[in-house]
RNA sequence: GCCGGUGUGGUGGAAUUGGUAGACACGCGGGAUUCAAAAUCCCGUGCUCCUAGAGCGUGUCGGUUCGAGUCCGACCACCGGUACCA
């Protein structure tokens, strides 16, 4: 028996002691060539704010669970760590604060790294990066030009939210209420030369792929399905009426023979001089017609292109309407003030969201007709409608007011004609007082009469198809992902542009394109477009004069392959073999903010890296598990002057007191810590006070992990209380020759029941981390703990219940697992032990506790052996004092035995 | 509006998936120890009734069942996502 001492748990001193030995072992660094079967553990990696927050100690220390049993278990486990360090907040801090994003960038990691690693997590810190450093944006250019020569980039003008006043693009989340989010000027759109990745390629893919990941959140799936927005219907083109619109032809003095241009110039001039002398003259909407068929001739020649997902709904159709971004739309506004005047009123609802929501609708009749494709000698008339959409489908729809609920309103307020199509299957319709979109048979649909709802479908689409006037299509709503950004501090977009022959590919030789480190912040816009030399190369084709794109890439493009990086050892380029051999990762955690953009981005780019032949990754998706964390919420307090610190405020008689100015507090929400709201908490702090073990504990126990957790100081110290009882139930423990491996296999009595409690919290802790139930294994890890601190023995059953706990323990609170480990007598660390085995037996029972109910209502209970026929039950159950006293001689009608579980007398 | 989620003591939350509702923790009350405090340990703690015991109790109303927090139907509230997506 080895000599006691007794001495406090101090964390401050055995936690970087315990750091220090794990990183001389080496236990963390993950073997590319390993035997074992793999499993590799991934959570977001975090931008290098300057700051570590308690929502990073909560995401990392889920990780570190997983991590940590999965090597108990086993497994060569991957688990790195890196920076997302690219990006806008490093620029701003050099226009404001002065000095350089990269300098900035380097110091945050810097100071971000120290406090990462007193938390102790499980890390490989050999394959860490920063995705500014040359050597990843390195790789991520030869990545860009491969996914070119796949045909999975290109470039075209589009529309870009530019800020005037600070001469930059701005991403849509950056424009609030239509002004730039830093210099609060009009956001103007502008047409400007972009960079895209092809996602749209992937689109059918990348929702199918959905349904295999099995261990992704339901919701996340759900989002990424809606956002891509798949939709199946036809394009149908709907041919100019020459008749309808003849009938106006008087008010535009046309005369035979005369041709429509003619007439229409003659009538645009006489309207310039209408202009000219301030006379706008409204036109009714049947003149407007003539000139719509006019500039529809110039615009459309082949007709108005509507889309649709419900051809089935054709004969119930009774107008058309156009986005007021519609190409035709603009042709009319040239030439009618009404147009232009609707257009603004349109656009004046458009940009607060609230506004959008409860917008009425509002239209314009053009005048136009157009011909029904279906019905001899029916025309529909040309709205332009504010509910129609340029930047889906086509910009212009059909509407059918019976069957879907804009259009019903619509026509409500314009008096047009409702014609129900589609007869619901449960009774006759009555007055319609809204659309109905279900499904049904057709009616008054001449040859879809009878057809179902998919069956009309199809049909309409094949007689559409046969008449050529459309076809049927796939709608998504996903776009492609513009990726060019006028920043400086990012990937820059390996491309040359010369002007004999165009956008040119920097050739891999060339690479890096590197940032220049020489740049000035003092005005506004892209540094890399003011810099001496950067612009200026000679084009790889032709040798002539020719100029560097100065775009860089979004920051997106960053973190949509980190992962497979990690797989490589340091400093090698991009590994193949390595990043097949390690993806995909097993286990993904992070927040669900990124439940569309990250995740979306990272799928389609694995898919982009194995069509390159980079990587073989035959299903493409890099994250075969995905958990997505709640936050670390914290009470608010606030005075007239503003939020106060909640460490600040006290209660007096029941009044909040702001302790250093004395005025009385509120309490306000419970929310997501944040610097303005003045709830954070600085990890730095915790560590310092109560260590990492605490931090990690508080923030993985109570609540489940998918939840939001709240912080409270009552709760730190309930974990702090918790480790130091662990610790004295170690010390009080007297070291045997087997240590914390012992197994106590000859137990009896007390101990018997030790050894069970033990056993059954193993299976329960194991259940509840395999789940990612993190709350219920904690539970389990305090109950076996309670059921310690009540045991006397100093036996076997003692140190093998005690050797659970540590091992149990280890994944959570790493650092008191090591010294009680140590102080056991364990071999070893406890961070390459393997998880203890569990011993099935000890889970079941020789004597149960079997509650008894009558008629469904608990009388009593009685204590039999666990496989005592049922009728011997029965009796026993029948004759248990207070159950026989319920029962009062009534004739018993029925009795229930569940063996093992429960009995119910029906009286 | 649509999609997803949640609703259980004073609080965070458990509940082997239809079988003792409230594990575990926080808080609170009482006690032990202490000159005292901290720490620690013990007891109690869903609500109501005077105890043995009984009644009520998992958002609401109804249903299935010997038995419902769990299954079914209808609703309510809150949270998240999303939106004139044709």
Same mark, same amino acid.
């Given at each position: 028996m080895a000599e006691q001492t007794t001495h406090p748990y101090n964390p401050a001193e055995t936690e970087p002691r315990w750091q220090l030995a794990w990183d001389e072992a080496e236990c963390f660094i993950a073997k590319n060539d390993s035997p074992k079967p793999k499993f590799y553990a991934l959570e977001m990696?975090?931008?290098?704010?300057g700051r570590i927050h308690m929502g990073h100690v909560r995401n990392y220390a889920m990780g570190d669970v997983v991590a940590r049993y999965k090597r108990a278990r086993g497994f060569e486990v991957l688990h790195p760590m890196g920076w997302d360090a690219f990006g806008m907040p490093a620029e701003n801090a050099a226009i404001e604060t002065g000095g350089h994003p990269k300098d900035w960038t380097y110091g945050n990691i810097e100071q971000m790294r120290a406090p990462m690693k007193r938390l102790g997590f499980a890390l490989d810190w050999s394959r860490e990066f920063a995705t500014c450093d040359v050597d990843y944006y390195t790789e991520q250019q030869r990545i860009f030009l491969k996914f070119w020569e796949k045909g999975l980039v290109y470039s075209k003008t589009a529309k870009v939210n530019w800020d005037p006043v600070d001469n930059t693009v701005l991403a849509n989340e950056q424009v609030i209420d239509g002004k730039g989010w830093r210099s609060g000027a009009v956001v103007e759109q502008r047409d400007m030369e972009q960079w895209f990745f092809k996602i749209t390629e992937y689109a059918d893919e990348l929702i199918e792929g959905l349904d295999t990941l099995?261990?992704?959140?339901e919701k996340v799936r759900t989002m990424q399905r809606n956002w891509i927005g798949k939709s199946e219907g036809c394009r149908i083109n709907f041919e100019i009426d020459e008749l309808g619109n003849s009938q106006a032809l008087d008010a535009f003095g046309y005369q035979d023979g005369m041709s429509l241009k003619t007439m229409l110039d003659g009538f645009l001039s006489k309207r310039a001089e209408d202009i000219a002398a301030r006379r706008p003259r409204q036109l009714k909407p049947d003149d407007r017609g003539v000139t719509a068929a006019w500039a529809w001739a110039h615009t459309y020649p082949d007709g108005i292109q509507v889309y649709t997902t419900r051809p089935d709904t054709l004969f119930g159709a009774s107008f058309i309407a156009l986005s007021p971004d519609h190409p035709l739309t603009k042709e009319l506004a040239a030439a009618f003030p009404e147009v232009v005047d609707f257009q603004a009123e349109c656009a004046k609802i458009g940009t607060s969201e609230e506004a959008i929501a409860q917008a009425p609708k509002l239209g314009l009749d053009t005048g136009l007709r157009v011909d029904h494709p279906f019905i001899k000698d029916k025309t529909l008339p040309v709205w332009i409608a504010n509910f129609v959409l340029m930047g889906y489908g086509t910009g212009a729809i059909f509407g059918c007011p019976a069957h879907d609920q804009r259009d019903f309103d619509f026509a409500t307020k314009y008096g047009l004609p409702i014609l129900p199509v589609v007869q619901s299957d449960e009774g006759e319709a009555g007055e319609l007082i809204e659309a109905y979109t279900g499904d049904g048979t057709l009616i008054n649909s001449d040859f879809l009469n009878g057809l179902s709802k998919d069956d009309g479908i199809r049909a309409a689409i094949e007689k559409i198809e046969e008449m050529g006037y459309g076809e049927g299509t796939t709608q998504y709503r996903l776009r492609d992902w513009g990726v060019s950004r006028q920043r400086y501090w990012g990937c820059p977009i390996p491309v040359i542009h010369c002007p004999k022959c165009g956008a040119v590919p920097v050739p891999e030789a060339d690479l890096p394109v590197e940032l220049p480190y020489d740049i000035e912040f003092d005005s506004p816009g892209n540094p890399l477009d003011r810099h001496p030399t950067f612009k200026h190369c000679t084009c790889p084709k032709c040798g002539g004069e020719a100029e560097r794109e100065t775009d860089t890439l979004d920051t997106f493009a960053d973190s949509s392959w980190y992962y497979a990086k990690f797989a490589g050892k340091d400093g090698s380029p991009f590994d193949k073999k390595a990043a097949s051999d390690w993806l995909p990762v097993d286990q993904y955690v992070g927040g669900v903010e990124h439940a569309v953009l990250h995740l979306l981005y990272s799928r389609f780019f694995t898919r982009g890296l194995r069509d390159c032949g980079l990587i073989n990754l035959p299903s493409g998706e890099p994250f075969a598990g995905l958990f997505t964390q709640g936050m670390v919420t914290h009470a608010t307090y606030e005075t007239d002057d503003g939020w106060v610190l909640p460490a600040d405020v006290t209660e007096k008689d029941g009044v909040l007191i702001h302790m250093p100015t004395g005025k009385t507090a509120t309490k306000g929400d419970v929310i997501k810590m944040s610097k303005s709201k003045k709830n954070t908490v600085d990890p730095n702090d915790i560590i310092e006070t109560y260590g990492a073990d605490v931090a990690r504990w508080f923030v993985l126990s109570d609540s489940p992990p998918e939840r939001d957790v709240e912080w409270s100081e009552d709760g730190v110290r309930g974990a702090w209380n918790f480790q130091k009882k662990v610790w004295r139930i170690v010390q009080s423990t007297n070291v045997s020759d087997h240590g914390p491996t012992t197994i106590a296999s000859d137990a009896k009595g007390d101990a018997l029941t030790l050894r069970r409690a033990a056993h059954k919290a193993l299976a329960k802790i194991t259940e509840g981390i395999e789940a990612f139930r993190f709350n219920t294994s904690v539970a389990q890890i305090y109950e076996l703990t309670n059921a310690l601190s009540k045991y006397d023995g100093q036996d076997a059953a003692r140190m093998e219940a005690l050797g659970i706990l540590i091992r149990s323990i280890a994944p959570f609170m790493p650092h008191l697992a090591e010294e009680c480990w140590a102080q056991l007598g364990g071999e070893g660390l406890v961070a390459t032990a393997d998880w203890p085995t569990l011993? $099935?037996?000890?889970?079941? $029972?020789d004597t149960v506790t079997m509650p008894i109910q009558v008629n469904g209502k608990r009388r009593g209970e009685i204590s039999v052996p666990k496989d005592m026929p049922k009728d011997e039950v029965e009796a026993l159950a029948l004759s248990e004092p207070n159950v026989a006293r319920t029962i009062d001689g009534a004739p018993v009608r029925k009795v229930i035995v569940v063996p093992g579980r429960i009995v119910n007398i029906v009286i």
């Open positions: 990696f975090p931008y290098p704010s099995d261990r992704w959140p011993d $099935e037996a000890m889970l079941v $029972e």
